[in-house]
């Protein structure tokens, strides 16, 4: 008997039929007699309807009202799923992630788990029920409730397998598992049997939407045992873990891309000490997120440099650049859009010379010209004119020996949250 947490996204309980589906995967765990805990997103697209639906009534919404509100997306799903558990015969008890005991810090919109007192879930499993859970949502010590971020789901399930013990966490969607890069894009990607916590963590904050960050990064420190999964099929799915075993010759793990990438320049700035310190010390304040920075040489005193923002931030990120002219001189301010950041990632990256080269060569030979460039021990960014994108990742796939022979199928649109 194991005690297991499942978490099953938004497309998995998308319909009525993938909602019975559903129930009676945890019927067969309950037969099987493991003590099942579920978590579960809002069904489809909900959470983008009911974000639609309030911006029609007010661009600017309040961030307490919208979390009242997406919430309610979870608490249908719990809600129905507990009823279709019960149609086959099955006991079930819904909650929401505050019955669930899931407190959390008074944020909203993006707030972090702060603890979990999961009494009630305990009873209710040993009154032989399974545990259905609404992911993404908490509340604060003084009782409001709050949301944790597109995708939070994820995270709901790890901090649960965390608190509870949970033997693993079971992470269901509608692929097969992680994949070497997104299948929609390499039909030869090959789904991976294992990838560390850390290669994980960097796929997911680089844009692979198959996990949410944060949860990788519970998983990690909880180390807590995370499969991901079809719920279409009874394939194995990935095993996220502490150390992968490597295969032998590989050391690129995946290749993630991220669309959402713009970039800011800024020209013919006095080269002083303390100028980056104040430019990135004003776009901090104003809470955006700086990512690639990258500086050329100084000629005649002055210096140029870029660095890359979100899509969302680019306007205002121009805009704190310009309010702080009269302190740090500079002169010109650029932006430019359609750009992918594409990267490669492999926990053999640091005993293997060559990784970063290969990389470059790959690029430079299919004509695409690389606008900056990114490393750390596990990965190597680059940003490129998004045009030829497909081209680059394709090529890079197979440059590093990630092809397979067969081609994958995808189950449906993949999950993005
Ligand atoms: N329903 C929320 C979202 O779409 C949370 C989740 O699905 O994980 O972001
Ligand atoms: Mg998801």
Redesign the pocket.
């Known amino acids: 008997m194991s005690l297991i947490v499942m978490k099953f996204?938004?497309s998995s309980v998308g319909t009525t039929e993938r909602m019975q589906r559903v129930a009676r995967r945890i019927a067969d765990y309950k037969e099987a007699g493991h003590k099942v805990v579920v978590v579960v997103?809002?069904m489809g697209d909900t959470?983008d309807d009911l974000i639609d639906q309030s911006k029609k009534l007010n661009p600017n919404p309040p961030a307490r009202e919208m979390d009242m509100l997406l919430t309610t997306?979870?608490q249908i799903s719990v809600a129905l799923l507990s009823m279709a558990i019960h149609a086959i015969g099955h006991s079930a008890v819904s909650f929401t992630g505050w019955q669930a005991g899931i407190r959390t810090e008074a944020v909203h919109s993006k707030a972090r788990i702060t603890d979990i007192t999961p009494d009630r879930i305990f009873a209710a499993l040993d009154a032989g029920s399974a545990v259905i859970v609404a992911?993404?949502q908490g509340m604060t010590l003084e009782g409001e409730i709050t949301t944790l971020g597109?995708?939070?789901?994820?995270t709901t399930a790890v901090a649960l397998a965390a608190a509870i013990k949970a033997d693993v966490c079971e992470i269901y969607t509608d692929v097969d598992g992680v994949y070497s890069t997104d299948p929609r894009v390499v039909k030869c990607a090959r789904k991976l049997d294992e990838i560390s916590y850390d290669e994980m963590l960097e796929l997911a904050n680089l844009g692979a939407a198959v996990l949410h960050p944060r949860a990788v990064e519970y998983a990690k420190h909880y180390n807590v045992r995370l499969v991901v999964r079809s719920s279409f099929t009874q394939n194995e799915g990935t095993s996220v873990k502490e150390e992968a075993v490597m295969e032998q010759g590989v050391v690129v793990r995946g290749i993630a891309f991220d669309k959402n990438v713009a970039r800011i320049s800024i020209l013919g700035v006095e080269d002083e000490p303390g100028v980056l310190a104040k430019v990135f010390g004003a776009l901090a304040d104003n809470g955006i997120d700086v990512d690639i920075i990258v500086q050329s040489g100084v000629q005649g005193g002055k210096a140029d440099f870029s660095f890359t923002v979100s899509l969302d931030d680019e306007e205002k990120a121009k805009q704190v650049v310009e309010s702080i002219r009269g302190n740090v001189p500079y002169r010109e301010v650029t932006s430019e859009v359609g750009l992918v950041k594409v990267s490669i990632v492999g926990a053999g990256m640091v005993s293997n010379p060559g990784v970063a080269a290969k990389m470059f060569d790959v690029i430079s030979k299919l004509g695409v010209s690389i606008k900056m460039v990114s490393t750390s021990e596990i990965k190597v960014s680059c940003v490129i004119a998004a045009e030829q994108v497909q081209d680059v990742i394709r090529g890079l796939h197979t440059a590093y020996g990630l092809d397979t022979a067969e081609q994958v199928f995808v189950g449906g649109p993949q999950d993005r949250?």
């Open positions: 996204g938004g997103s809002a959470t997306g979870e992911g993404f597109r995708g939070g789901s994820d949250r």
